[in-house]
Nanobody
Framework: QVQLAESGGGLVQAGGSLRLSCAASTRTFTNYAMAWFRQAPGKEREFVAAISARGGSTIYIDSVKGRFTIARDNAKNTMYLQMNSLKPEDTAVYYC?????????????????WGQGTQVTVSS
């Protein structure tokens, strides 16, 4: 069982930055690929970024490439999402998720554990 807790969301103006954190309560954090998903009002939850279990590979959706950076600190059982140059369309609830697969999936059903989410609001 893995419990995940996101933090770091908030209200920011367009062009600003936020860093999200996802703390995992597990002794086997390095067994899990990790990802960030987001859900905007009235829309389905979508994949944003993922990182492999050891942190050696990352993937992003096109709309955040060059603006967002996913990272993990396995010594702290924590994953991060640094979000720069934020846009109003980035407004959503952001969720972290953990997958037992070595290669991080891009789809929700590839993830077994989810956090409760943290709200990110970008004003224009």
């Amino acid at each position: 069982q893995v419990q995940l807790a996101e933090s770091g969301g908030g209200l920011v103006q367009a062009g600003g930055s936020l860093r999200l954190s996802c703390a995992a309560s597990t002794r086997t954090f390095t067994n899990y690929a990790m990802a960030w998903f987001r859900q905007a009002p009235g829309k389905e939850r979508e994949f944003v970024a993922a990182i492999s279990a050891r942190g050696g590979s990352t993937i992003y959706i096109d709309s955040v490439k060059g603006r967002f950076t996913i990272a993990r600190d396995n010594a702290k059982n924590t994953m991060y999402l640094q979000m720069n140059s934020l846009k109003p369309e980035d407004t959503a609830v952001y969720y972290c998720a953990a997958s037992p697969k070595y290669v991080p999936p891009r789809v929700e059903y590839g993830y077994d554990y989810w956090g409760q989410g943290t709200q990110v609001t970008v004003s224009s």
